[in-house]
């Protein structure tokens, strides 16, 4: 069966630190991948998507940044965070080429920047 | 332009008593129609699907949504709430081959013992 981690689960940064999120998908080949960010109260925004190796779509310009270095690994960096950045990430995949598949969501980061 | 709406924000629910969250959508073909549930910090657990055929469908935890084409809705059903299903529950619109989905903002979920 398909399984998504993603790390760490929570993450206190100060501004203008660099940030890491990974995230791997595990028992499926060629996934699409996603980065949500979710606001305190609020719903949920996509920040990119990605549908193969290198292939970065970005929803929102903002100071993050994704990249796809492996089939099933998915990471959202920034050089420099806000405290704007803080929120709720959620990675997620689905099976590429299909609109009819759901996506599955890791259990999410929560990143506090002070 | 693809939507999805839920139009309440927040519910509240006795135990046992019967619950249903409303989900609008707008989209120009036939959508591929999901709802999610979110207990708080955990990620998006996937509760029933829709794709085509019976508007019906069923889900887990003993949640069915129905599609209805004329009113463009995916209403989530439940008979009798349990103090577990307290949680926020998001509607979402998945289109073209799969890498556009369309989330509602929405709705918090509150069972009163």
């Known amino acids: 069966s398909q399984t998504i981690h993603q790390w760490p689960a929570t993450l206190v940064q100060p501004v203008g630190s660099p940030l890491s999120l990974e995230c791997t998908v595990e028992g499926t080949s060629n996934p699409n991948l996603y980065w949500y960010r979710q606001a305190a109260g609020r719903g949920l925004q996509l920040l990119f998507y990605?549908?193969?190796?290198?292939?970065i779509s970005s929803e929102v310009p903002q100071n993050l940044s994704a990249s796809r270095p492996q089939d099933r690994q998915f990471i959202l960096s920034s050089k420099k965070l806000l405290l704007s950045d803080s929120g709720f990430y959620l990675c997620?995949?689905?099976?590429?080429?299909?609109?009819?598949?759901?996506?599955?969501f890791g259990n999410g980061t929560r990143l506090t920047v002070t | 332009a693809q939507s999805v709406t839920q139009p309440d924000i927040h519910i509240t629910v006795s135990e046992g008593a019967s619950l249903e969250l409303r989900c609008n959508y707008s989209y120009g073909a036939t959508p591929y129609l999901f709802w999610y549930v979110q207990s708080p910090g955990q990620g998006l657990q996937l509760l029933l699907k829709y794709f085509s055929g019976d508007t019906l469908v069923q889900g887990i935890k003993g949640f069915e949504a129905e599609f209805k084409r004329s009113q463009s809705s995916f209403n989530l059903r439940k008979p009798s709430v349990h103090w577990s299903d307290a949680a926020e529950y998001f509607c979402?619109?998945?289109?073209?081959?799969?890498?556009?989905?369309?989330f509602g903002t929405g709705t918090s979920l509150t069972v009163i013992p």
């Open positions: 990605s549908v193969g190796i290198g292939q």
């Open positions: 997620a995949w689905s099976v590429e080429g299909r609109g009819n598949s759901p996506l599955h």
């Open positions: 979402a619109v998945g289109a073209g081959t799969g890498n556009q989905f369309y």
